[in-house]
């Protein structure tokens, strides 16, 4: 029986995978979850006001975990898996690369975060943010959402935050089902007792993945919370 379902939200309950607006569907299929007494919890590459937003919003209503892992928020106590952010001169060789900072990082703590273009040229981005660093001896980390290049410290990361969530909660791994689309969430759906990922999931994604839905984003989270939590026939 599923207890807890953690789900990224960018390209796992919106429309698409390059687009912002949330599934009208998915936000159903978080609501009657939660009517059945299943906890929903949003885990976001975002900052913790923008994550804590959409959890009221989406009607989720449940803990988040934000900034890639690196927060963990539950009934009002905040716990910071990160410790403290990554350092001036590796953020500044990720400026060097043409990119500019969030809007959202005035609110980070830990994950500083670089939008890409939506053209196909992040992951581009992200090998070369990967070579300026490489060599620097810093041991953090940076990571890629297909939105953002993320300069994490050590600490975080979505598959420990899934798991440091449900020991909080009291919930075994084994009742938390872990949704997600994208190479950035392969850690959280390995930590889950149960995973799913929508039918346009990056392939990293899939090889992990219990159940491949066979439909796109947003309505393939809709496909699998049904039938994996509501044990409905898709």
């Known amino acids: 029986m599923i207890k807890l379902v953690v ?7 919106t429309v698409g995978r390059t687009e912002f607006p949330l599934e009208c569907r998915a936000l159903e299929a978080i609501r009657e979850a939660r009517g059945k007494g299943v906890t929903i919890a949003l885990s976001s590459g975002n900052s913790l006001p923008v994550v804590m937003g959409l959890s009221r919003y989406t009607g989720a209503l449940g803990p988040v975990i934000a900034e890639n892992g690196c927060i963990v928020y539950y009934k009002g106590k905040v716990k910071r898996l990160c410790r403290g952010r990554p350092p001036e001169w590796v953020l500044d060789k990720i400026r060097e690369l043409g990119l500019r900072d969030s809007w959202q990082n005035k609110y980070r703590d830990h994950d500083i975060a670089f939008p890409v273009p939506l053209d196909g040229s992040g992951e581009k981005y992200y090998r070369r943010a990967l ?6 001896g810093w041991d953090g980390n940076i990571l890629y959402s297909g939105f953002a290049i993320h300069v994490q410290p050590p600490g975080g990361g979505k598959g420990r935050s899934l798991i440091e969530l449900a020991s909080m909660m009291g919930v075994r791994r084994s009742e938390v089902l872990a949704v997600g689309d994208s190479k950035n969430d392969v850690e959280m759906l390995v930590a889950a ?3 799913g990922v929508p039918s346009n999931a990056d392939e990293e ?3 992990v993945a219990t159940y491949i839905a066979s439909r ?4 393939g989270f809709e496909e699998i919370v049904r039938t994996l939590v509501l044990r409905e026939v898709p």
Do not use: N, Q, Y
Not at 7 to 13: C, E, F, L, N, S
Not at 131 to 136: L, M
């Open 7 to 13: 789900t990224d939200v960018d390209g796992t309950i």
């Open 131 to 136: 070579e300026v660093i490489k060599d620097s």
């Open 193 to 195: 007792g149960v995973s």
């Open 205 to 207: 994604a899939k090889a």
């Open 216 to 219: 796109p984003s947003g309505l």
